[in-house]
């Protein structure tokens, strides 16, 4: 999207983010007012122009940020998080760990798990395992997030059980 900003604006990203905040204006949605109205963009590059001058992105903030972030007034989920992580990356070296605002991203060459602490009392591991039945503590993810087919509640680090790493584990080889 960003290459076919500069292609149909004539202008790169670097551009376009000078411009906006040289209007002095601050919110979301008059940053994409004045894009559509003034240079006649369409939503999704208006969209992109914003985030991006607004740092509002997930791909505009650090992953360290991101995580750290997710974990405020949850630090005694973090160290579970942290022993996810390094038992995922064990997988194999294609496992990509892509942190958004809410939760972590666990993929392959598709999405194939995340992890979320959820409430402060509870950390959700998002499992993509299609055609497989719930089993044990493996439920049906429900309306937790369409992205992933199961979900395992975790209150503590007893959670993380060899079955958790297993189920992560076929998610990871079937999304290869």
């Given at each position: 999207m960003i290459a076919n900003l500069e292609k149909n604006t004539g202008r790169s990203l670097e551009e376009w983010i000078k411009i906006?905040?040289?209007?002095?204006?601050?919110?979301?949605g008059e940053m994409m007012k004045f894009l559509k109205t003034e240079?006649?963009?369409t939503h999704g590059f208006a969209n992109l122009v914003v985030h991006k001058a607004r740092q509002s992105d997930a791909g505009s903030a650090d992953d360290t940020d991101l995580v750290?972030?997710?974990?405020?007034?949850?630090?005694h989920f973090r160290p579970i998080y942290d022993k996810l992580v390094k038992?995922?990356?064990?997988?194999?070296?294609?496992?990509?760990i892509a942190p958004k605002k809410a939760y972590v991203s666990l993929r392959r060459k598709k999405q194939?798990?995340?992890i979320q602490p959820s409430t402060k009392k509870r950390l959700d591991i998002g499992i993509n395992l299609k055609g497989t039945?719930?089993?044990?503590?493996?439920?049906?993810?429900?309306?937790?997030?369409?992205?992933?087919?199961h979900r395992v509640r975790v209150e503590d680090a007893s959670g993380i059980t060899k079955d958790v790493i297993g189920w992560l584990k076929a998610a990871y080889?079937?999304?290869?």
């Open positions: 906006v905040r040289a209007t002095g204006l601050e919110k979301h240079h006649e963009f750290d972030g997710q974990y405020k007034g949850k630090e038992e995922i990356e064990a997988f194999g070296g294609d496992v990509e194939f798990g995340l039945d719930p089993v044990g503590n493996l439920e049906a993810s429900g309306s937790f997030n369409s992205m992933v087919s080889d079937a999304a290869g």
